[in-house]
């Protein structure tokens, strides 16, 4: 690519921005499917269950959302209904 422009793309979605540099374009339906609502949540966990957490996740070659998800539906499987104590 020689010219170097670049074009800022607003669709229609909120929240979404899309930067292009010369070639192609954006497209309706294109990149990431989305799988549920995206909510940020801080967590505080002593740094031994960090690291603990952390090999786990690459020794499953995922991601940190993918293994909180999959933690989080397998115990609301699993979930009797009983309070979680601390």
Do not use: C
């Not at 740094?47 to 998800?69: D, G």
Request: no cysteine; proline share 5%; glycine share 6%.
């Amino acid at each position: 690519m020689t010219d170097k422009s670049a074009k800022m793309y607003i669709p229609t979605e909120e929240g979404q921005l899309s930067l292009l540099l010369n070639r192609g374009g954006p497209r309706s339906g294109a990149g990431r499917k989305r799988i549920g609502q995206t909510k940020k949540v801080s967590v505080t966990l002593p740094e031994e269950l960090w690291e603990a957490f952390e090999h786990k996740v690459e020794a499953a070659r995922s991601t940190k959302s993918e293994v909180i998800r999959a933690m989080i539906e397998r115990y609301m499987k699993h979930d009797s209904h009983e309070p979680i104590e601390s």
